[in-house]
């Protein structure tokens, strides 16, 4: 077994006082199993699914399309998401931000069924986030934040992708309460074979 370690070398002392503002990853490979943990700093986070409930609280098989969108300009999220828009023929798209621009989520409040959502996910998969498109899948619904993020401040609605007005949900929204890491990427160490 041989040790790779990405870890620049520091003393015990320094290392306790920046822990709180990192992330470690820890994989550990054998020839038939890898081993993967982290330790983060984290935050509880509420957040809502995208499934639709009927009139009696009961899930539906429908959802309102949702986006984390990052990693392009607020421009190309607009191209992107009008063209999506017009194919798909959804109302309006919200455009929410707590992070100056850097990342947006987008909210659309007309129903579509999972299949079509998990479409519309697809082709807009150049400007969203992969693990929200994974966990989507996986989950078979979608979850966005609602509350505020650590050193951020509340979302607000930055703009909005006009086509129709669709009525906000006004019944039943599935509320979810989660931990999310205050770090995106950390240091790895790696142990294992080759």
Known sequence: MTAYSHLPKIGISDFLANISKKRFNLRITTNRFTFFTMLSRSQRI?????RVFDGNGKPTEKHYPMWDLEGTSLETIKKTLKKIQTHYGLGNIYLTSDN???????WCFSVVTFETYLKI?????????????YYTFKRK?????????EN??????????????VPFPTGIVSRVIYDTGTEKKGTTINLGVN
């Open 152 to 165: 951020r401040p509340f979302q607000t609605c930055t703009d909005v992708i006009e086509s129709f007005f």
């Open 121 to 133: 996910l697809i082709d807009s998969k150049p400007i969203t986030d992969y693990g929200f498109i």
């Open 141 to 149: 619904e979608a979850t966005l934040r609602l509350s505020r993020k």
């Open 100 to 106: 100056n621009g850097k990342t947006y989520r987008g």
């Open 46 to 50: 509420e957040g809502i699914t995208s």
